[in-house]
């Protein structure tokens, strides 16, 4: 049996349902990301997780046992919310041991274990700040180290890494995924980031219109998405005479579909090409590996593996 | 151009020295004529009004009503007004509107109107407050709240309310929405969050609105003159009947400038306080 189950689940509001009929397994230890534009119900699934929203309809399981019936205070999940939402009048170990106070456990054990979790995100150094002396990067650390300390069953996480600068953001990525492989703990993400759902999560779930369009991993989602929706939102792609194929696995070759350059953009490590054919534009894109490649205006052949 | 800044400031200070400044430094002058009931008033310099404010009990006693009254007032602003504002700031639209319109609402009517409906409604033994109290059992015998400090208190609560629930509101505001959801599910429970989360987070909001509800009680003058009465006299009406009915302007002026200092220096200590206390956190 699975540790987290989302069975059937529904919240309508009025007559819009911004989720209908979810159903989702998560195995323990299990790193899911729910991906999808605004609007397509992976913030209500959260919410509902976490209990600050009531499904109209649908279970939700945890262990077996009906998280529904439990209270939010209740629950012990660990959620990072997008604002953070960190208390601006306490420090950062006050932060972080709030939620230790709250399960009543002794101060002595409460300052080794605040202690550790910050040193696990490292911030071992930072307990006496008050969060508006952090930066964005260490007030999201903040904010996990609080929801891991309390050792949750479920790590909810909400588009946490939206708020940070590109640069920072692809770093935390990478932290965030060790310090999950680290902890262990079973893991939800909500992101409308395809690059990060598919750089953290072990599975995808592409939600449009509050329903699951896929689930599976990554690189299969990707690879054989179900739908025309789930190839759109995962990256680029092109439609040329009703299959769908990858701009990366276009390549110019002696034969193939005859095309015209249209406009060539350098992007550092690739270059993006946009190709004039007879089945209509199709975009390309080719890893830079120095050598000359075909210009603006110039006639190519396009090839792909399958191509009939 | 570095002097267009100045000259387009100028109209507003020429007006802010004409009309605050001006007068101002006239009434402190005035503190230090003299007055005689036959002479009127001399335009010397002497301390006779001072000595009198500061030196006898009767404006000892009067004084110390009046920051009574601005003090209890404060705490009854304070106690129902902060949530008054936290229960208007989780309502749904529209009743949020039309709650924040009741509560605003007192403020477009005149405070003399206002403050004759408190007195109607605390009018001698038969007055509805009274009535009200003894029907649901509260009290056996009705109350005194015409002329007393207790009406007083209760009429300007009402009247400066709207001041603290606007206070606190816009500390409300800026509250971050999902902090509630943060402790809740960090285990905590709905009157630990009030507590440990929200409450600590719009002090300053209530502060600031202490600040503004105790001064404006400290220097009302419209509900404790009608509430009040004759007899029952804060500094305000006692500058009044000083300028009016006795005609002795300096010493009416003297009161004046006494409350105004003992205000400021009041205000300003609060401040210091808020801004020492609460800096590091909401800078």
């Keep these: 049996m699975a540790f987290l189950e989302l069975e059937k689940l529904t919240k309508s509001f009025g007559t819009h349902n911004a989720v209908d009929g979810l159903t989702l397994s998560v195995e323990k230890g299990e790193f899911v990301a729910l991906l999808g534009p605004s609007g397509c119900g992976k913030t209500t699934t959260l919410q509902m997780i976490a209990g600050f929203v009531e499904p109209t309809s649908g279970a939700i399981r945890l262990a077996g046992k009906d998280l529904l019936a439990i209270k939010p205070a209740k629950r012990g999940l660990g959620i990072v919310f997008q604002s953070y939402a960190l208390f601006p009048h306490m420090t950062v170990a006050e932060n972080v041991g709030f939620g230790l106070e709250m ?84 893991t939800i993400l909500v992101t409308h980031d395809q690059a990060e759902a598919m750089a953290l999560s072990d599975r995808i779930v592409v939600m449009n219109q509050g329903k699951a369009e896929q689930i599976g991993p990554p690189h299969e989602a990707y690879e054989r998405p179900a739908t025309p929706f789930v190839a759109n939102f995962l990256g680029k792609t092109n439609l040329v005479n009703g299959v769908t194929v990858r701009p990366e696995r276009i390549s110019f070759a002696a034969s193939g579909l005859a095309g015209t350059v249209r406009t060539r953009i350098f992007q550092g490590n690739h270059w993006l090409y946009q190709v004039d054919t007879a089945s209509g534009l199709v975009t390309v894109i080719r890893q830079n590996t120095g050598e000359a490649m075909p210009v603006e205006g110039d006639a190519v052949q396009l090839a792909w593996e399958g191509r009939a | 151009m570095k002097a267009a800044p100045y000259l387009l400031c100028l109209p507003a200070l020429v007006l802010f020295a004409g009309v605050v400044i001006v007068p101002l430094a006239m009434t402190v002058l005035l503190s230090f004529h003299d007055w005689g009931q036959y002479k009127g008033i001399e335009p010397v310099f002497i301390l006779k009004n001072w000595q009198e404010v500061l030196g006898d009990s009767y404006f000892h006693e009067m004084f110390a009503r009046t920051f009574r009254i601005a003090f209890f007032v404060t705490l009854l602003a304070a106690v129902f007004g902060a949530p008054e504002a936290y229960i208007l700031n989780r309502m749904r639209s529209p009743w949020r509107g039309i709650f924040l319109l009741m509560i605003l609402g007192p403020l477009l009517i005149s405070v003399v109107a206002r403050t004759l409906g408190w007195a109607l409604l605390f009018g001698g033994n038969s007055g509805l407050v009274n009535k009200a109290l003894m029907g649901m059992g509260l009290i056996a015998a009705p109350l005194p709240f015409m002329f007393t400090e207790t009406g007083i208190v209760v009429a300007l609560a009402h009247v400066l309310m709207p001041y603290m629930v606007l206070a606190v509101w816009a500390s409300l505001q ?79 002026a003297a009161v004046a400038v006494l409350l105004l200092l003992a205000l400021i220096g009041i205000v300003w200590g609060a401040n210091r306080l808020v801004e020492r206390r609460y800096a590091q956190v909401f800078a």
């Design chain 1, 103 to 186: 399960q009543g456990v002794a101060a002595a054990e409460r300052t080794t274990r605040v202690g550790e979790t910050l040193e696990l995100v490292g911030l071992g150094a930072f307990t006496t700040r008050f969060p508006r002396q952090l930066s964005g990067g260490q007030q999201q650390r903040v904010a996990l180290a609080r929801a891991l300390v309390i050792r949750p069953q479920i790590l909810l996480l909400d588009e946490p890494l939206s708020n940070l600068d590109a640069k920072l953001r692809e770093g935390m990525q990478i932290e965030l995924r060790q310090i999950q492989r680290t902890v262990g703990t079973t």
């Design chain 2, 174 to 252: 800026r509250l971050d929405p999902q902090i509630e959801n943060a402790a809740v599910a960090l285990g905590a429970g709905p009157f630990t969050v009030l507590r440990r989360i929200v409450l600590p987070q719009v002090m300053p909001g209530i502060l600031s609105g202490a600040v503004i509800v105790f001064a404006l009680a400290a220097s009302a003058f419209a509900t404790p003159a009608i509430i009040g009465g004759r007899r029952l006299k804060v500094a305000s009406t006692l500058a009044y009947d000083e300028f009016l009915n006795t005609l002795n302007w300096p010493l009416g």
